[in-house]
């Protein structure tokens, strides 16, 4: 009767030995296809044979030894060294690096070739890292003196239960990774004069990385965003088929997440996405606006097409126009072709998710902006901001802030926002927004704004969805054409008396504006009418 207590004993002595990680119990088990190898920062020594005895000391010793099937268990602190495996994992024999029980940390870049990283892979297949620290504590030098973790032309890499701080992670050009359940805090990319710049995303996806699950990870605080798809260089750049699932992204400092480029599916949902600049800590980038602390920005920034966000609760943020906001201009920096490229939102799905105690001149903003300086050069075509979708919606307990962008605490659930030279909305120009849930009938307000000198417009939805499509009056009678127009949802604008030869007495010789053209709900439609004798 005493054996089953003796197998659980046997049991809780396993448990406690290699219950910490999935690889140990690979290796007790024999299902590993290569040796594993030690390395302590501290008491090893490169000369001994890398056992758990006798460890190795530095990265360089064992990524010389890193090939398929391969386990290096790393203890202690790595200082100034590069995770960079000579060789690649396979499907059925990746490279591992893990952390001992003790722990592993990597505390700033070592260098490949003359560049610095902490972590580089490139062209390096199915490698796994996980329950590592890997960290910067030289961070105000970041990113030029470290790049942080780099994954370059490469697939199949998964990160998992790492902490990441002060530290940024690029994909480029690099599909099918899997990073998740990882901790990541503080990232900034450049400081001026001792202070923080909206610089920095912590997580970028870039120059083709496809299908890469990025999943149950807590991020906090970076210079421009958590995470971004993208460049913001022009949709002709295509990151797809990416999911963000099931993230806490909390960026108290700026941005939660932007979606820029081309992301051809890919979806956003299931998240937490908090907070967004609900502490200013950091100071503009934008010229005229260099020094100036940033009081406000979005939770979710929309600068391209064919993204899908749904699922998500979008939470105490403060903000400058929409938490979601949606925009499209011309872009002329670094990379863009002579005359520039055009940045356009297009195609994208917004639905499902719980927008909750925000602050901002609104929920979701729409912003086509079209500058004088870019009439002036020549770019005189409007960025097309069409063929989006927000549906099923919740709206809940929002306000304005003083913070927003024209001061003014009043808010509006969204924002039909022509900026500068572009011309004013026409109804939802191509864009459908239905059937969401708003906390009070007052709530579903559109705010209509244009012009170099604002001008607002506030209305319902449904007012401001029922265009203005003036009808053909001419030759009606005075009384008919008013009732013509006003059922078209225009209004009857001045009213002028002619003579002519041609026309009827009382009846419409002419109107302003064209027949069958659209306009804003409202719109005034100008007559010129026979007199009586």
Not at 163 to 176: A, E, G, K, N, V
Not at 345 to 371: M, Q
Not at 406 to 413: A, D, I, L, R, W
């Amino acid at each position: 009767m005493r054996l089953p207590v003796v197998i659980s004993v046997i049991f809780l002595l396993f448990l406690a030995e290699y219950g910490g990680s999935t690889t140990k119990l690979q290796r007790l088990a024999g299902t590993t296809t290569g040796p594993v190898y030690y390395v302590d920062a501290q008491m090893g020594n490169d000369g001994n044979p890398g056992t758990q005895s006798a460890p190795w000391r530095t990265l360089a010793k064992a990524n010389a030894n890193a090939s398929a099937g391969v386990t290096i268990v790393l203890s202690g602190t790595f200082t100034k060294q590069v995770l960079f495996p000579s060789g690649a994992g396979t499907a059925t024999a990746p490279i591992t690096y893990e952390a001992a029980p003790a722990g592993a940390t990597l505390n700033q870049p070592g260098y490949v070739g003359k560049i610095p990283y902490e972590v580089y892979l490139d062209a390096r297949p199915y490698v796994t890292v996980t329950g590592l620290t890997i960290e910067n504590t030289a961070y105000r030098t970041a990113p030029v003196q470290d790049k942080g973790v780099v994954l370059r032309s490469t697939s199949h890499d998964t990160f998992t239960g790492n902490t990441f701080l002060w530290m940024q992670m690029q994909l480029i050009r690099s599909s099918s990774h899997t990073i998740t359940d990882n901790t990541w805090h503080n990232y900034i990319g450049s400081y001026v004069n001792g202070h923080p710049q909206t610089s920095g995303d912590m997580l970028n996806l870039v120059l083709g990385s496809h299908d890469n699950l990025i999943d149950g990870n807590t991020m906090k605080n970076a210079g421009h965003s958590l995470i971004e798809i993208g460049n913001g260089t022009g949709n002709n750049e295509r990151n797809a088929n990416n999911t963000i699932s099931n993230n806490t992204l909390d960026n108290t400092w700026y941005k939660d997440i932007i979606l820029s480029d081309n992301g051809q599916g890919t979806t956003v949902e299931d998240n937490q996405l908090l907070d967004a600049n609900s502490v200013p800590t950091l100071y503009s980038t934008v010229p005229g606006q260099v020094g100036r602390l940033e009081t406000s920005s979005a939770a979710v920034q929309f600068s391209g097409e064919n993204f899908v966000l749904r699922r998500n609760t979008i939470s105490n943020a403060v903000c400058t126009y929409g938490c979601v906001t949606l925009g499209s201009r011309w872009y002329t920096g670094v990379g863009a072709p002579a005359g520039g490229t055009l940045i356009e939102s297009l195609n994208n799905r917004i639905y499902g998710n719980t927008f909750v105690d925000n602050h901002g001149a609104a929920s979701v903003s729409f912003i086509e902006f079209l500058s004088s300086a870019d009439v002036s050069a020549g770019r005189t075509t409007v960025p097309a901001l069409t063929r989006n979708r927000v549906y099923r919606n919740t709206f809940t307990g929002n306000s304005g802030t003083p913070y927003s962008w024209n001061g003014s605490t009043f808010y509006s659930t969204f924002i039909y926002h022509s900026a500068t030279e572009a011309p004013p909305w026409v109804g939802q120009n191509g864009n459908h927004v239905v059937n969401n849930r708003f906390d009070s009938a007052n709530a579903n307000l559109i705010d209509v704004t244009y012009g170099a000198t604002t001008i607002h417009k506030v209305q319902t939805l449904a007012q401001f969805e029922a265009l203005c499509v003036v009808p053909k009056v001419k030759g009606k009678r005075l009384a008919a054409a008013k009732h013509a127009i006003k059922r078209a949802h225009c209004s009857v604008g001045k009213v002028t008396k002619a003579f002519s030869a041609r026309v009827k007495r009382e009846r419409v010789i002419s109107q302003k504006p064209r027949a069958g053209s659209q306009h804003p709900a409202g719109a005034k439609v100008r007559l010129k009418v026979r007199k009586r004798h």
